[in-house]
């Protein structure tokens, strides 16, 4: 994926039951490498965020590049302030 550029996004409804089509959509513009990471964190989006109550939403959007991916989840927070933690190249 060197030097391509990609960056769409995608809202869908605060369930479960649509980690599916987040699944579908990351491996549409990245391929099978990503779906993994993406059913892990819409699930905890939908789970520990507002976004899992009725008429909410989750967005996922995908940046790539070169030699990077990004794959971000927007949810209605939740209770509780996150950490920041580093991140790695992993």
Avoid: K, Q, W
């Avoid at 967005?59 to 939740?78: L, M, P, Q, Y």
Wanted: proline share 3%.
């Amino acid at each position: 994926m060197a030097g391509v550029a990609v960056r769409e996004s995608v809202t869908l409804a605060g369930r479960a039951e649509r980690a599916r089509a987040a699944r579908s959509f990351v491996s549409e513009v990245l391929g099978d490498v990503a779906i993994l990471l993406v059913s892990e964190i819409f699930g905890n989006s939908v789970r520990h965020s507002g976004s899992g109550a009725a008429g909410e939403t989750v967005t996922v959007a995908v940046r790539a590049g070169d030699g990077t991916v990004r794959i971000e989840v927007t949810d209605r927070a939740g209770p509780g302030t996150p950490e920041l933690r580093p991140g790695s190249r992993d």
